[in-house]
């Protein structure tokens, strides 16, 4: 039977990267996006050339309409990578409402939304998966980044409750948490404070969006079968 994978923010960095991981490895997709059509038509010409069935889905996932769009599109499902998400840099004494509601949205209830919604369709398999890409800041928090990183933070711990709700159920609920992920993410920092990031870091330089991936596929495989419940740090050593 043809396996189905859902990836939220697939036209993003770790996204892109995991739709064509997952596609050379027989994954059949949706491949959910907002804005970037162009990202979503490479990724389908890819799945084409590999065999791969895709389903492009357009949904903003920063309004509770967007979840909605997505479940209406989805049918057979083995999986959920929920990669979506934007950063929020400045002070915390500068934030408004309106920022902190969107970043709530996009990151803490548009993926609880989801995974209640779509949890009928996962049941229904042996076994499934559900992974969520947090963030390095999610369990350590980072300055100027306060908002956002309690959001990765909620992400955690829905991962480490929800796992333990539905174990008996066949569905593995796991996490990675990416340090510095050479995406556009990071296209607000000057080269100088790249360099110095780089330094930070023991392995002394950004992650491939195609390595954080590669740790989402062996999530979703079955060399996975007893990790539930767990957050994977990939982070060059940068925090343990």
Known sequence: MKKFALITGAS???????ASVLAKEGWNLYLHYHRNQDAINELMDLCASLGAEAIPIQADLSAEEGVDRITENVFHLDAIC????TSEYGLFLDTDGKKID?????????????CKRLLPRLMQNEVSHIVLVSSIWGQTGAACEVVYSAMKGAQIAFVKALSKELARSGVLVNAVAPGAVATNMLHI???????????????GRLAKPEEIAQTISFLLSKKAAYITGQTIPINGGWYE
């Open 102 to 114: 969107e970043q709530y949205q996009i990151h803490v209830k548009s993926p609880m939304l989801l």
């Open 189 to 203: 920092f000057s080269d100088e404070e790249i360099a110095d990031l780089k330094e930070e870091i023991p392995l």
């Open 12 to 18: 993003g960095g770790i996204g892109k990267a995991c």
């Open 82 to 85: 929920y990669a979506s998400g």
